[in-house]
């Protein structure tokens, strides 16, 4: 019922950037916290950075000062700038939302978008 498209991933040398965009779209009544977590090979999914709806953000320690997150509520839309690539960071990054449906209304939902690689070579 809530669908969400990423877009941004790719391949970059270290020290580059690279900016993710994730938007929800579906039957949805309110969206809450909006937030981007990695997956890298052989290790389990972590978060990255999330804001929530009155845009307040928090960052993985590893991220901080180099990754900004923000959102534009008009769009459903939540982005992920990330500056100053490491080696480190490339994994694959997934975008998820929490809120609430309008159809079956008041229903919470939360939902996983499919995934964007971001290969950071050194």
């Known amino acids: 019922q809530v669908q969400l498209v990423e877009f941004g991933g790719g391949l970059v040398q270290a020290g580059g950037s690279l900016r993710l965009s994730c938007t929800a779209s579906g039957v949805i009544f309110s969206i809450n916290a909006m937030g981007w977590y990695r997956q890298a090979p052989g290790k389990q999914r972590e978060l990255v950075a999330i804001?929530?709806?009155?845009?307040?953000?928090n960052y993985a320690d590893s991220v901080k000062g180099r990754f900004t997150i923000s959102r534009d509520n008009a769009k459903n839309t939540v982005y992920l700038q990330m500056n100053s690539l490491k080696p480190e960071d490339t994994a694959v990054y997934y975008c998820?939302?929490?809120?609430?449906?309008?159809?079956?209304?008041?229903?919470?939902?939360?939902?996983w978008g499919q995934g964007t690689q971001v290969t950071v070579s050194s």
């Open positions: 998820n939302t929490q809120g609430r449906l309008t159809m079956p209304a008041g229903r919470a939902f939360d939902s």
């Open positions: 804001i929530s709806s009155g845009g307040n953000t």
